[in-house]
Antibody, heavy 120, light 106 residues
Framework: QVQLQESGPGLVKPSQTLSLTCTVSGGSISSGGYYWSWIRQHPGKGLEWIGYIYYSGSTYYNPSLKSRVTISVDTSKNQFSLKLSSVTAADTAVYYC????????????WGQGTLVTVSS | DIQMTQSPSSLSASVGDRVTITCQASQDISNYLNWYQQKPGKAPKLLIYDASNLETGVPSRFSGSGSGTDFTFTISSLQPEDIATYYCQQYDNLPFFGGGTKVEIK
């Protein structure tokens, strides 16, 4: 059973960089076949796909966030990470990591989510 | 970018009712349409993939249909534990979610 767990600071100051890590267990990122994703949800709002990474390091980002997002992978630790720069209060959200990779690009495994608040 | 229009944004129905949610894509996405259930404080859960395929372990009262631009998600007999927000998700080069439908008990 694949499990994903987000970790990182719950509070980030405006203009700083938000950094989160997702640790994967029960499966290896380097085995391929899946995209490892970040998705966020503003309080009381819908789901927003941020981007994803393949084990090889290929990345794809939401065009609306692309200029501020970096997703990286560390296959030795079976982890992937999100960096979002120049954050504002509008980046306050629950951040989820998830696995995407079925034939129909469904997100089949999710982390529990972590709330990140942007505030001074 | 493809736009996904999900409707209604909320609905209220009685236990045992048939509930239908629709998602419309702004252009043909074939069958690249998935449905999720999200309960308060929890991560979304995949229910339907490939527009109509039930994920393993998901009750058969949930179903999906459609292809191209018009898709439907149905709960054949609403149960109290189905209270949640439901999202469609499309894939056309990149994945995007619909706005969600909050389902409540009348």
């Amino acid at each position: 059973q694949v499990q994903l767990q987000e970790s990182g600071p719950g509070l980030v100051k405006p203009s700083q960089t938000l950094s989160l890590t997702c640790t994967v267990s029960g499966g290896s990122i380097s085995s391929g076949g899946y995209y490892w994703s970040w998705i966020r949800q503003h309080p009381g709002k819908g789901l927003e796909w941020i981007g994803y990474i393949y084990y090889s390091g290929s990345t794809y980002y939401n065009p609306s966030l692309k200029s501020r997002v970096t997703i990286s992978v560390d296959t030795s630790k079976n982890q992937f990470s999100l960096k979002l720069s120049s954050v504002t209060a509008a980046d306050t959200a629950v951040y989820y990591c998830a696995r995407e990779g079925g034939s129909y690009h469904e997100f089949d495994y999710w982390g529990q989510g972590t709330l990140v608040t942007v505030s001074s | 970018d493809i736009q996904m229009t999900q409707s209604p944004s909320s609905l209220s129905a009685s236990v045992g009712d048939r509930v239908t949610i629709t998602c419309q894509a702004s252009q043909d996405i074939s069958n690249y349409l998935n449905w999720y259930q999200q309960k308060p404080g929890k991560a979304p859960k995949l229910l339907i993939y490939d527009a109509s395929n039930l994920e393993t372990g998901v009750p058969s009262r949930f179903s999906g249909s459609g292809s191209g631009t018009d898709f439907t998600f149905t709960i054949s007999s609403l149960q109290p534990e189905d209270i949640a927000t439901y999202y469609c998700q499309q894939y056309d080069n990149l994945p995007f979610f619909g706005g969600g439908t909050k389902v409540e008990i009348k």
